[in-house]
């Protein structure tokens, strides 16, 4: 279980990003944040994994309480959540196995990490690229794949952490829309096999449709729908995509 309390991000230049928001995701659970360019999924995203500490509120994981109250316990939160960003952040020199490798790097000090990982991390990184249909392609480098299969990379990358928490900031959004919907499948299926929490922001309302257990639209920073996937009918669309922007803090 997730849980986040009143959390709300007003940054130094006044822009109100998020305004406060409560929400339980429980174990599990596949969400989708829908939301206009600038709703504040992004910074939402940021504040899960304590890349951004929220400026108002608390983030907490079961077992393991404020993901803020120290460095240590933030530092066990981040290497048990994946992050998946739209532009996969891959090393392109680098192949598509040491690319996922990365992703064991942080299981270990930063000695350990300066020598060759254990056998079983490169194990288990070969057993990633194999669920993102990729093995076969270990040793290519990673520039030289396609937008797609990088972007599988990019998954296989954040399950080789072994994650209980899976962040995707629009993984799919520079993707062709039928690479896209096969992409984000593969997210799906992992995610259902190993239990995993996600919380996915998306662009595209057909593929939320398609794999969401629970929908939040965002706008101007705040929840305004949450709910099935099924009911998102075009009034609530219109709630979540034509709100009026108002985002900076009152002087
Ligand atoms: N570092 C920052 N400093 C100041 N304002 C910021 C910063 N990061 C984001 N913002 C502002 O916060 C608001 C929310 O941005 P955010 O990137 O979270 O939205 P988003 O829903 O992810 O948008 P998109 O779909 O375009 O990625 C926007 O008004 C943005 O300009």
């Given at each position: 279980m997730l849980q986040l309390h009143y959390v709300a991000m007003t940054f130094?230049?006044?822009?109100?990003?998020?305004?406060p928001i409560s929400l339980s995701v429980p174990k599990g659970q596949f969400l989708v944040l829908l939301g206009p360019?600038?709703?504040?999924k992004s910074t939402l995203l940021r504040c899960l994994n304590g890349l951004l500490k929220p400026t108002q509120g608390d983030v907490t994981v079961e077992?393991?309480?404020?993901?803020?109250?120290?460095a240590r316990t933030l530092r066990k939160h981040r290497i048990r959540t994946g992050m998946i960003f739209q532009q996969h952040h891959?090393?392109?020199?680098?192949t598509a196995l040491q690319n996922v490798m990365v992703g064991r790097l942080?299981?270990?000090s930063t000695l350990r990490s300066l020598f060759a990982l254990p056998l079983a991390d490169r194990l288990l990184a070969l057993q990633s690229l194999e669920r993102v249909g990729l093995l076969e392609r270990?040793?290519?480098?990673?520039?030289?794949?396609s937008g797609g299969q990088q972007q599988r990379i990019g998954i296989a990358r954040a399950m080789a952490q072994k994650p209980q928490f899976v962040l995707a900031d629009?993984?799919?959004?520079?993707?062709d829309p039928a690479t896209g919907e096969r992409v984000l499948a593969d997210l799906h299926r992992i995610c259902r096999e190993d239990g995993i929490t996600a919380i996915v922001s998306l662009h595209q309302i057909d593929l939320a449709r398609q794999f969401a257990d629970r929908v939040i639209g965002l706008a101007n920073g705040r929840i305004v729908y949450e709910g099935?996937?099924?009911?998102?009918s075009q009034t609530i669309l219109d709630q979540i995509y034509l709100a009026a922007p108002s985002r900076m803090a009152a002087a």
């Open positions: 130094p230049n006044g822009v109100r990003a998020v305004l360019s600038g709703a504040g077992g393991l309480g404020s993901i803020f109250s120290n891959l090393i392109g020199r680098l942080g299981a270990h270990a040793l290519d480098r990673a520039d030289e794949l629009e993984p799919v959004a520079s993707l099935s996937a099924l009911q998102l």
